[in-house]
């Protein structure tokens, strides 16, 4: 399991100064336990988020600085929300959701289109990727960090892939609609010009009706 080392903090410290020593303010919430204000080390939260990616279904333990022994208990968490820095894209705060490692929970996990469409290969149709993470329920030791797609069935125009296709882990229950659509062959659709048609009566009468201007003017300043 993934741990991390964290102090709690008070309302009154300032996030910026937070910030500055390296570390990242966060929050704890969740399953029996009280909001809980801390702080965790930037360098290892950033190694554990690169493992996770997109992902929500890493099990991570919060357990008490070896120096600082602030926190009364440690923390089995899920990482539920992380406010990124958009210039610099360090994390700047993060959610924690705390866990019960004996209940299952359920939570979204991302799907992985693998191997290539047939039918999008062989110019038959365009591949339509629906849905990009589905839901799941299982105990937190059991959540898999993502979920497969062959896309390799899609072999011809209208194909679908179902959710009802996808084989989870024996101790994974699927919560999204088995009826749901998560890639399919669509009909390529061709860009249709319409070319509006010319009237070549109209750009006769508009040249006359120049000339006629013309001969009137020039007509005047003789007269004049």
Same mark, same amino acid.
């Given at each position: ?57 890493? #099990? ?9 022994? %602030?926190?009364?208990? $440690?923390?089995? !968490? &899920?990482?539920? *929300? =992380? ?65 497969? #797609? ?9 194909? %679908?892939?179902?959710? $009802?296709?996808? !084989? &989870?882990?024996? *101790? =994974? ?52």
């Amino acid at each position: 399991m993934n741990t991390l080392t964290a102090i709690k903090r008070s309302k009154t410290e300032k996030l910026a100064s937070i910030r500055k020593n390296s570390m990242v303010p966060a929050v704890v919430y969740g399953a029996r336990v009280e909001n809980t204000m801390i702080s965790v080390s930037s360098i290892e939260f950033e190694k554990i988020l690169k493992i996770a990616g997109e992902s929500s279904t890493i #099990v991570i333990e919060i357990k008490a600085d070896v120096e600082k022994k %602030q926190l009364a208990q $440690k923390f089995d !968490v &899920l990482i539920h *929300d =992380v406010q990124v820095d958009p210039v610099k894209g360090n994390p700047r705060h993060i959610d924690f959701l705390a866990i019960d490692m004996n209940k299952p929970v359920t939570v979204s996990i991302s799907v992985e289109f693998i191997n290539i469409a047939p039918a999008e290969k062989n110019s038959l149709g365009v591949l339509v990727k629906v849905m990009h993470e589905i839901e799941v329920e299982a105990l937190p030791k059991n959540l898999p960090h993502k979920v497969d #797609v062959d896309l390799s069935t899609l072999v011809a125009l209208d194909d %679908q892939i179902h959710i $009802k296709d996808i !084989v &989870l882990p024996k *101790d =994974v229950k699927m919560i999204t609609d088995e009826n749901e659509v998560i890639a399919l062959i669509t009909a390529i659709k061709e860009e249709i010009v319409e070319e509006t048609p010319v009237d070549l009566s109209s750009i006769e009468v508009e040249k006359k009706g120049k000339k006629e201007e013309g001969e009137t003017e020039t007509t005047n300043t003789e007269e004049k």
